[in-house]
């Protein structure tokens, strides 16, 4: 889990990690490398959902693919 304490975009923002809350994108970018790179995973390693909870709030769910072991499939590999 992450807090917004730290990062490059401007406050209230923080270490916003969410590309839907009116943040620059590259500021978003830049804060996933810092987040993401503090526990050593690349952001080209990343599985990423995004969910909606019942109140609406959206969220973000991301998990290293390594996570799922060798034989796992980037997005992009999958069939439709």
């Known amino acids: 889990m992450s807090t917004r304490l730290g990062g490059v975009s401007p406050a209230p923002l923080g270490m916003n990690l969410s590309f839907n809350v009116g943040d620059n994108e590259a500021n978003v970018?830049?804060?996933r490398e810092l987040f993401?790179?503090?526990l050593d995973i690349k952001l080209d390693e990343?599985?990423?959902l995004?969910?909606?909870i019942i109140n609406e709030n959206v969220g973000m769910w991301a998990c290293p693919l390594r996570a799922f072991g060798s034989k796992s499939r980037?997005?992009?590999q999958?069939?439709?």
């Open 46 to 48: 990343l599985a990423m």
């Open 50 to 52: 995004r969910f909606t």
């Open 36 to 38: 993401f790179g503090s």
């Open 29 to 31: 970018k830049q804060n």
């Open 74 to 76: 980037r997005p992009s």
């Open 78 to 80: 999958l069939a439709p």
